[in-house]
């Protein structure tokens, strides 16, 4: 399984952007090939359960979190072995600490997990 770690996160104003990246922590070994994964950002704010906020498929399908579509942008450069996501229009909502996920499976929830970044947005 692929170890990861996400970065970018940081503290903004409303109507603000951030660009989140996902690698994996460690080199990868031979065996392990990151396009073969289904890659997804999800986010856990306070008081709440874990919520899926973007994924991309290793074919490429894409699928958002209503509250996100129009405002964020999910991406994957499997030649760089990184995932982006790319937030504009930032709201107060979205604050939340923000997780990769590497899913070898189309099972939700299954696969590796980063420790997260914190996005935090002010009014």
């Known amino acids: 399984q692929l170890q990861l770690v996400e970065s970018g996160g940081g503290l903004v104003q409303v109507g603000g952007s951030l660009t989140l990246s996902c690698v994996p922590s460690i080199s990868l070994d031979s065996g392990t090939i990151f396009s073969f994964y289904n890659m997804g950002w999800y986010r856990e704010a306070p008081g709440k359960q874990r919520e899926l906020v973007a994924r991309?498929?290793?074919?490429?399908?894409?699928d958002y979190e209503d509250s996100v579509k129009g405002r964020f942008t999910i991406s994957r450069d499997n030649a760089k072995n990184t995932m982006y996501l790319q937030m504009n229009s930032l709201k107060p909502e979205d604050t939340a600490v923000y997780h990769c996920n590497a899913n070898p499976s189309r099972v939700e929830g299954l696969g590796s997990w980063g420790p997260g970044t914190q996005v935090a947005v002010s009014a």
């Open positions: 991309i498929r290793r074919d490429g399908m894409i």
